[in-house]
């Protein structure tokens, strides 16, 4: 062989074998950054992956808000009309949170007692909106509710 077609083919197996790393650490990378969106009705029935990083949405149910008065612990159930989450978070909530508004939360299911574990909490910033997640997941059930103040929650 050639020495030029010899370099020729080294340097084209380089930059071959460099981008193949390249692209599967960007797709590993990525990964570990994807949440995935999911209701209340499909965390309940066991339909997401315990332990991983997901994000769920819903209303909060009037009087379910509990507040450890020794911590920054908050509990508080979402539904989405079929079914309610428990939800856990520790931090300071959103100054827009509050009892039968849209809320989404950001964290992962542990299998031991499955509740959910938010690592964040997001709330809607004006009065008529509502994150687009929730409003799918509302619309993809039976009720079909356009709002949290059209919710019959049940409770």
């Known amino acids: 062989m050639h020495p030029a077609r010899k370099q020729r083919l080294y340097f084209v197996l380089f930059i071959v074998i460099f981008s193949t790393v390249a692209i599967g650490l960007m797709a590993y990378a990525l990964r570990a950054n994807l949440s995935l ?3 209340p009705a499909q965390v309940v029935s066991g339909q997401v992956p315990f332990d991983t990083r997901i994000r769920a949405g819903g209303c909060v149910v ?3 808000v509990a507040r450890d008065p020794d911590s920054l612990q908050v509990g508080f159930l979402i539904t ?3 079914a309610n989450l428990q939800v ?3 931090g300071i909530l959103p100054d827009l949170f509050g009892e039968g508004e849209a809320a989404v939360v ?3 299911v542990r299998e031991d007692d499955g509740a959910f574990y938010a690592s964040e909490v997001l709330a809607k910033h004006d009065e008529q909106y509502m994150p687009p997640e ?3 997941a509302m619309k993809a059930y039976d009720g079909g509710e356009k709002s949290c103040e059209d919710m019959n929650y049940g409770t």
Do not use: L, R
């Open 37 to 39: 969106f999911y209701g």
């Open 62 to 64: 009037p009087g379910t």
């Open 80 to 82: 989405d009309g079929v």
């Open 88 to 90: 856990y978070y520790t």
């Open 106 to 108: 950001n964290g992962m």
């Open 134 to 136: 929730v409003a799918e």
